[in-house]
């Protein structure tokens, strides 16, 4: 989609967010959304082993120097990643935190509100329950630009309404293609 450098001098850390976030579909690598991958304990226990996916992915974070430090997803519970909307290159928020409570963080509304004055794309989403598809929207409505022009507190009531109806999202099963090489964690 963008073939975008890394952050210089920005590294992972402690954070296995995206080990834990993403449903992975893939002939060597299957993992239900939410669920620890079996091999993440303190980093990657399987690390010169690992499959290509893990290999080639880092998301939003560590390429866009826009989202400081205090953006690492462990840290402010949004996992950022970037989601093709139309022809464009847009950022998904995921909030695996508290939703609620980071959507009122000013920092998170002050992002939502320079972003879709910049018109870049914008999607809100969150996980599913175990086993389900999360669910997203895009934040770039004409609601959202005249809540962004209007005021801080006009951006922050609108984040939360949407919050609202995402949480009322029927979280459809997600069906997997793939199998033989199940990553997450046993029950
Ligand atoms: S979510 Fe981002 S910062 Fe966290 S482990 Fe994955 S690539 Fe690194
Ligand atoms: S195999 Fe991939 S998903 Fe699993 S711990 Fe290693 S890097 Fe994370």
């Known amino acids: 989609m963008m073939d ?62 826009i989202l400081d430090d205090t953006w690492r997803p462990d840290r402010c519970g949004v996992f950022a990643e970037f989601e093709a909307v139309d022809d464009l290159t847009g950022i998904s928020l995921v909030l695996i935190g508290n939703p609620l409570k980071t959507i009122r963080q000013p920092w998170f509304i002050e992002f939502v509100t320079t972003g879709v004055l910049g018109d870049v794309p914008l999607l809100l989403g969150i996980p599913g329950p175990r086993g389900r598809q999360g669910a997203s929207l895009l934040l770039n409505t004409r609601q959202m630009r005249d809540a962004a022009n209007t005021s801080r507190g006009h951006v922050k009531a609108l984040l939360e309404k949407e919050l609202r109806r995402l949480q009322a999202h029927d979280f ?3 069906m997997f293609v793939h199998s033989g090489a199940n990553f997450g964690v046993a029950d």
């Open 4 to 65: 975008l450098d890394l952050v210089p001098g920005r590294g992972c850390g402690e954070c296995t967010a995206c080990c834990t976030v993403m449903a992975v579909d893939k002939p060597d690598f299957q993992k239900e959304a939410g669920v620890a991958c079996r091999h993440c304990a303190s980093g990657c226990a399987i690390y010169d082993n690992r499959p290509g996916l893990c290999r080639d992915y880092y998301c939003a974070w560590r390429h866009l120097p």
């Open 172 to 174: 459809p099963k997600r």
